[in-house]
């Protein structure tokens, strides 16, 4: 089974500071891995994901996020915070034969001071 | 243009009464799926489908009914709701074995069960 640790339910950063989100994983076969935002009162929506292909992978809004197998890391960055930033993210992982299941971090609420 | 709706979108009722939460997709999908949020434990999956008259259990199922007569339509129901299943619950789709396990999610229904 996958499972995902997201490391800080709650990160604060200033406008313009570097963005950084952890995700640790756990998979006993090669994993799909996903980043998705909710912002206040909506849905979730992709920001990006590896499909095993470049190891540095690059999402909407300015984020990227580096596959790391050695360390089973997923950690999302953006170099400069914006206001509009601020939202909740989850990582998110699954597997090629797990029949389209997502198993999702407890997630990590991002605060941008001005 | 492509979309995930639900209704309602906010609910509260009392413990005992049975509702249908509605999830329909116009993506042509042949997986849907249910998932509750709660702070700090991220989402969990209750049930999921992976086409017409399948279905399955996530992680969660216990308290909730779902049903796949149409590939576009997937509720959720609670024949006696209690206290214990407010949250806020999503519906997401995604193309069998396609686009890695991707999902795609509706805006969600905020349920508070007195």
């Known amino acids: 089974a996958q499972s995902v640790t997201q490391l800080g339910s709650h990160v604060s950063v200033s406008e313009g500071a570097l963005v950084l989100l952890r995700c640790n994983y756990s998979?006993?076969?090669?994993?799909?891995l996903f980043w998705y935002v909710q912002y206040p009162n909506q849905g979730l929506q992709l920001l990006l994901k590896?499909?095993?292909?470049?190891?540095l992978v690059k999402g909407i809004n300015g984020f990227e996020a580096e596959f790391k197998k050695s360390e089973t890391s997923f950690h999302l960055t953006k170099p400069s915070a914006h206001m509009s930033d601020a939202a909740e993210y989850f990582c998110?992982?699954?597997?090629?034969?797990?029949?389209?299941?997502?198993?999702f971090g407890g997630g990590t609420r991002l605060m941008v001071k001005p | 243009e492509a979309q995930v709706t639900q209704n309602p979108r906010y609910l509260i009722t009392v413990t005992g009464k049975k509702l249908t939460v509605t999830c329909s997709q116009n993506?042509?999908?042949?997986?849907m799926s249910w998932y509750r949020q709660d702070p700090g434990l991220g989402l969990r999956q209750i049930y999921y489908?992976?086409?017409?008259?399948?279905?399955d259990k996530g992680d969660v199922p216990e308290g909730y009914k779902v049903s796949r007569k149409e590939k576009r339509n997937f509720p959720l129901i609670l024949e006696s709701p209690s206290p214990n299943q407010t949250s806020l619950y999503f519906c997401?789709?995604?193309?069998?074995?396609?686009?890695?396990?991707?999902?795609?999610f509706g805006p969600g229904t905020r349920l508070t069960v007195l």
């Open positions: 998110a992982v699954s597997v090629w034969n797990a029949g389209n299941m997502l198993t």
């Open positions: 998979s006993s076969v090669p994993p799909y």
């Open positions: 590896y499909t095993s292909a470049a190891t």
């Open positions: 993506m042509n999908h042949e997986y």
């Open positions: 489908s992976m086409n017409v008259e399948v279905t």
């Open positions: 997401a789709t995604g193309s069998a074995g396609g686009s890695y396990n991707e999902q795609f």
